[in-house]
């Protein structure tokens, strides 16, 4: 799978199962698929939702941070890419 470097997850909510995540290369949208990968951390998982400051977007630009809902634990400083087919 190719994949392209969005940026890193800078905190992680457990209890809520959400984590933020500054786009530091490229943008992502909601619908993309990820694939977060650390030093124990290696899944893939679909965008749902994101948000700034509680509202609700649907593309995450580079160079900003957003709250992203998890299916899994991450670890702040994990890698975040985009799968591209």
Aim: proline letters at 1%; glycine letters at 8%.
């Amino acid at each position: 799978m190719p994949e392209t470097k969005i940026g890193v997850i800078t905190h992680h909510f457990g209890k809520i199962g959400v984590a933020v995540i500054k786009a530091t290369e490229t943008e992502l949208s909601v619908g993309d698929t990820i694939h977060i990968k650390g030093h124990t951390t290696d899944y893939t998982q679909v965008v749902e939702s994101m948000e700034i400051e509680h509202q609700q977007i649907q593309k995450l630009k580079k160079g900003e941070e957003a709250g992203l809902k998890v299916t899994d634990k991450v670890h702040e400083n994990d890698e975040v890419f985009k799968v591209t087919d």
